[in-house]
T-cell receptor, first 118, second 114 residues
Framework: AQTVTQSQPEMSVQEAETVTLSCTYD???????LFWYKQPPSRQMILVIR??????QNATENRFSVNFQKAAKSFSLKISDSQLGDTAMYFC???????????????FGEGTQLTVNP | KAGVTQTPRYLIKTRGQQVTLSCSPI?????VSWYQQTPGQGLQFLFE???????NKGNFPGRFSGRQFSNSRSEMNVSTLELGDSALYLC?????????????FGSGTRLTVV
């Protein structure tokens, strides 16, 4: 079974600075999807960024980018120019490529609570 | 474009009762999944539905069940409620189950069992 580990339960950053959230995962598969979701106090999970394992290029979405290290099974999220609205719980998630035939499911990490300070 | 709608937002039930939660996916989305979120266990997968068929089921007891209707709306049911069922139940939808470009989640139903 796949596992996802986020070793930083809490992090804080000053507004306009850069912060990196860590995520490691364990799988024997060669192709899969990785995601970062944020969950603000409103409770709604919001997709931040998505990475396909067979693509070597790191995904980027505006101020959000990832550092995907497949061999090390590491998938960190970098937030540049942090804003107060980035304050949220951030979850790293894994989806197996077997989802095509045996059903899709996300396996989530424990989450990292990020606080952006003014 | 309306997002994923979950009703009700809050629910208080007594042990032993049963409950039904509803999820309306984004228009055009045919895949619906359910997750349970608790402080102790985190986010755990419950079910995945596509075209009214359950494609995948998580490791939950048979008291947890679900279904999907022809309009893609989904319901999940929990019978004989236990205190440990208190959680935030999140529904998520996507256009197709595969390839998955990322789910859109609803704001959840907060279930409290007393």
């Amino acid at each position: 079974a796949q596992t996802v580990t986020q070793s930083q339960p809490e992090m804080s950053v000053q507004e306009a600075e850069t912060v990196t959230l860590s995520c490691t995962y364990d799988t024997s598969e060669s192709n899969y999807y990785l995601f970062w979701y944020k969950q603000p106090p409103s409770r709604q999970m919001i997709l931040v960024i998505r990475q396909e394992a067979y693509k070597q290029q790191n995904a980027t979405e505006n101020r959000f980018s990832v550092n995907f290290q497949k061999a090390a099974k590491s998938f960190s999220l970098k937030i540049s120019d942090s804003q107060l609205g980035d304050t949220a719980m951030y979850f790293c998630a894994f989806m197996s490529s077997r989802g095509e035939t045996s059903g899709s499911r996300l396996t989530f990490g424990e989450g990292t609570q990020l606080t952006v300070n003014p | 474009k309306a997002g994923v709608t979950q009703t009700p937002r809050y629910l208080i039930k007594t042990r032993g009762q049963q409950v039904t939660l509803s999820c309306s996916p984004i228009s055009g989305h045919r895949s619906v999944s359910w997750y349970q979120q608790t402080p102790g266990q985190g986010l755990q997968f419950l079910f995945e539905y596509f075209s009214e068929t359950q494609r995948n089921k998580g490791n939950f007891p048979g008291r947890f069940s679900g279904r999907q209707f022809s309009n893609s709306r989904s319901e999940m049911n929990v019978s004989t409620l236990e205190l440990g069922d208190s959680a935030l139940y999140l529904c998520a939808s996507s256009l197709e189950p595969w390839p998955n470009y990322g789910y859109t989640f609803g704001s959840g139903t907060r279930l409290t069992v007393v």
